[in-house]
């Protein structure tokens, strides 16, 4: 049975999609025909109990609704015409039960059947656009004001089915149209709860959850002063020269491969990944999340930075080296701009931290002086000496080699 189910849905979604669409388009195509499928039993079995009552000309009605909506399907079938389908389908809803109503001489005499008609602007909603709705309740609206006037006009007396056959048709009705109702509006529902998931994920992708939210509050502006944090740079070495020699594809695929396995290490270490500018991999300690051991968890990621990006092999099969820069000291953070902004960090730290980087040796780890006093108690390191930094002249910096012996261990998880 289940799998006759799955036969079923995958037959429903095959109808008129195009190897083109979007997700979300060929999930609304699918729903519409799913939709219009369960409602053709109803049109068959309100067609034959009107026969069976001698309202001919009733029975005529849910018939033409069959016929039509099957015709419509066909040519969406056939043309994968989503705009002709929804437009065909909202239009026989509306109007059928309408004249049904008036054929049987009201809304008591019909059991209430215009009820179906408020299924074109629940539609509406589910297949097209909120907007654009109202103009089908709207029309829903007028023609359930006018079926009154307009039953008494047409037919006089109205039609006296048998009291069971009355109260049946009221049941079904009833039933039928909140059942469908209900389907819609669930549908809708989790459409947009889909949606919403889906920006959170990418909003969370390239924002900090904290961030993320104060954005989504519609904050004016974020900044944020932070006067303990550290900042990692990290740039592969002669990555110039070897994207020269590798087609576009493989430079995406090596720096992915790459920088995947550091976004891991991100996470693992609760740190915050900042950005990448080409092949350079900016991570930040401290922020938005204040803690004590911000340069400490940094120095562990850069260890293990390292030891990753030795498993990563170049075309003529040597390994990728990095130069990774590291300093300690206050930024500021924020989020600039109101298309494609990003959160990120200013002041002399994240400077500094970026002349590490771009001033040390393939291999190395090379820190700043406060980042240094704040390592040295913990890890190894080895003085490389003054260095002639641009724009900040002449500073000491070291080599971090690893932790130091009986002091701690490797990296915390």
Not at 159 to 168: E, Q, S, W
Not at 249 to 262: I, W
Not at 267 to 280: H, L, P, Q, S
Not at 373 to 400: H, M, S
Request: glycine share 8%; with cysteine; charged share 20%.
């Amino acid at each position: 049975m289940r799998t006759l189910g799955r036969r079923l849905v995958t037959l429903v979604s095959g109808v008129g999609a195009r190897p083109g669409d979007p997700v979300e388009l060929r999930m609304r195509k699918a729903l519409l025909v799913l939709v219009a499928l369960m409602v053709l039993p109803a049109a068959a079995v309100w067609g034959a109990l009107y026969w069976l009552a001698d309202e001919r000309t009733a029975a005529l009605l849910p018939w033409t609704f069959l016929v039509g909506s099957l015709a419509s399907l066909a040519a969406f079938g056939l043309t994968g015409s989503y705009l002709l389908l929804r437009r065909s389908q909202l239009l026989l809803v509306l109007l059928i039960p309408f004249l049904l109503t008036i054929s049987l001489g009201g809304l008591a005499a019909s059991g209430g059947v215009i009820l179906w008609s408020l299924l074109a602007p629940l539609g509406a909603i589910t297949f097209d656009s909120p907007r654009r709705a109202w103009r089908w309740f709207v029309a829903y609206a007028i023609l359930l004001a006018a079926a009154v006037p307009l039953s008494a006009t047409v037919r006089p007396v109205a039609a006296t089915l048998p009291d069971a056959m009355a109260l049946a048709f009221l049941i079904m009705n009833v039933g039928a149209v909140s059942l469908i109702a209900f389907v819609l509006l669930a549908t809708f529902a989790r459409q947009r709860e889909d949606a919403q998931q889906q920006a959170d994920g990418l909003l969370l992708n390239i924002l900090p959850a904290e961030i993320a939210e104060l954005l989504k509050a519609d904050a004016q502006q974020i900044a944020e002063q932070f006067d303990d944090a550290s900042v990692l740079f990290a740039d592969v070495v002669d990555f110039t020269p070897l994207s020269a020699s590798l087609s576009p594809a493989d430079v995406v695929s090596l720096l992915d491969r790459l920088f995947t396995d550091f976004d891991a290490l991100v996470d693992r270490f609760g740190v915050e990944k900042i950005k990448t500018i080409g092949d350079a991999y900016m991570v930040a300690s401290g922020v938005p999340r204040r803690r004590s051991d911000h340069a400490q968890v940094l120095a562990f990621m850069a260890l293990e930075m390292q030891d990753v990006v030795g498993r990563h092999a170049r075309d003529d099969g040597r390994a990728l080296e990095l130069r990774i820069g590291i300093n300690s000291g206050p930024v500021v953070a924020g989020v600039i701009g109101r298309r494609k902004f990003i959160y990120d960090l200013w002041g002399d730290a994240v400077n500094t931290a970026s002349r590490m980087e771009s001033h040390g040796a393939p291999g190395q780890i090379q820190i700043g002086e406060t980042t240094y006093e704040l390592l040295k108690d913990d890890f190894e390191c080895r003085a490389r000496g003054p260095v002639e930094v641009k724009g900040k002249g002449v500073i000491n910096t070291w080599y971090l080699l690893g932790p130091a012996n009986g002091r701690i261990g490797r990296a915390p998880a």
